[in-house]
């Protein structure tokens, strides 16, 4: 807060206390997927949504970014009906793409061929394929797993402006929009269909989400403060899965990093002990241990060579 007086301009800072969070940390399987902050007094049922949200989510980032990948290299995708088909099968059953000369991209583009057939090959240049692929490495980095290591917490605002980073570029390089088969523009529009495909299988709907802690479900009808108390700065490890899979495994005693630090340790004492092994009668071959070097010292006989130099 700022005063003046008498021309003069007094600054005076508020101390705001920063209320303390309980940290989850999320994992899929032995996974880890981010960390997420929230509160004792939060109910179950609705941490459940939030963190379901939020993993698929990130799903959906992953799953844009890779086709965003396949845009910057080959251009739009062909309909459905032109998919996987060669160049002749095309001519000869009279098909055509009448989005690839609607979408074209900014600055003009370079013809780069498809070989699996789902795209135009109408590529971006070089210039606005930079800026597809810059977007990509930020989006990913802002919800990266490796988010965890740095102990930077993911919420749903910092997923929303992932996928706002990407909406953005795509509309930079395609100023006239992606067609409506294309799958960024479905995933945008949230009108993607998964069916039949690995993605499917990865996403986790808020109505068959279920978290586990300490081995146990963490029922929808509590609170979190149910099972933690009212303190707030607990950290736990949870695990999201679907519903109806059973209790997922148990968090090892010891971490992965620790388990690799503490075989790195034995394999060096091991290396140690050989090597204490190997060098035991080597003070056998020491001067100070040579019976015959006071008497070959006292005849003068010391350091004869009966080579010549």
């Known amino acids: 807060k700022a005063e003046r007086h008498n021309n003069t301009i007094n600054v005076k800072y508020v101390l705001v206390p920063v209320k303390a969070m309980v940290q989850l940390h999320v994992k899929h399987g032995d996974e880890s997927q981010f960390l997420f902050d929230t509160t004792v007094d939060i109910s179950v049922e609705e941490l459940t949504k939030q963190v379901a949200r939020i993993y698929n989510g990130r799903l959906k980032v992953d799953r844009i970014c890779s086709e965003m990948e396949e845009l910057a290299e080959h251009g739009i995708t062909l309909p459905p009906n032109m998919q996987g088909l060669t160049d002749e099968q095309i001519e000869e059953l009279k098909l055509r793409d009448e989005w690839s000369d609607k979408c074209v991209p900014s600055g003009g583009m370079e013809f780069k061929k498809d070989e699996l057939g789902r795209r135009n090959g109408h590529a971006p240049n070089e210039k606005m394929k930079h800026v597809i692929k810059k977007t990509i490495e930020e989006a990913k980095a802002l919800i990266s797993k490796k988010q965890v290591q740095a102990n930077i917490c993911i919420n749903a605002k910092m997923v929303k402006e992932a996928l706002d980073q990407l909406r953005g570029a795509v509309m930079i390089v395609y100023p006239m929009g992606l067609p409506p088969h294309d799958p960024i523009k479905q995933e945008f529009e949230e ?64 971490s992965e990093e620790e388990q690799k630090q503490m075989m790195m340790y034995y394999y060096r004492r091991q290396e140690e002990l050989k090597k204490l092994d190997e060098n035991d009668d080597s003070f056998l071959d020491s001067e100070w241990a040579d019976s015959n070097a006071l008497k070959r010292q006292c005849q003068g006989v010391k350091n004869i060579r009966w080579r010549p130099r």
């Not at 700065?233 to 519903?243: D, E, G, H, P, W």
């Open 191 to 254: 009108k993607e269909d998964l069916s039949g495909t690995h993605a499917a299988l990865q996403v986790i709907e808020d109505s068959d989400a279920q978290l586990w802690w300490a081995g146990k479900e963490l029922q929808q009808t509590k609170k979190l403060a149910d099972y933690v108390g009212k303190n707030e700065k607990t950290k736990l490890v949870v695990k999201i899965q679907k519903r109806g899979k059973g209790a997922p495994a148990r968090e090892p005693l010891i």
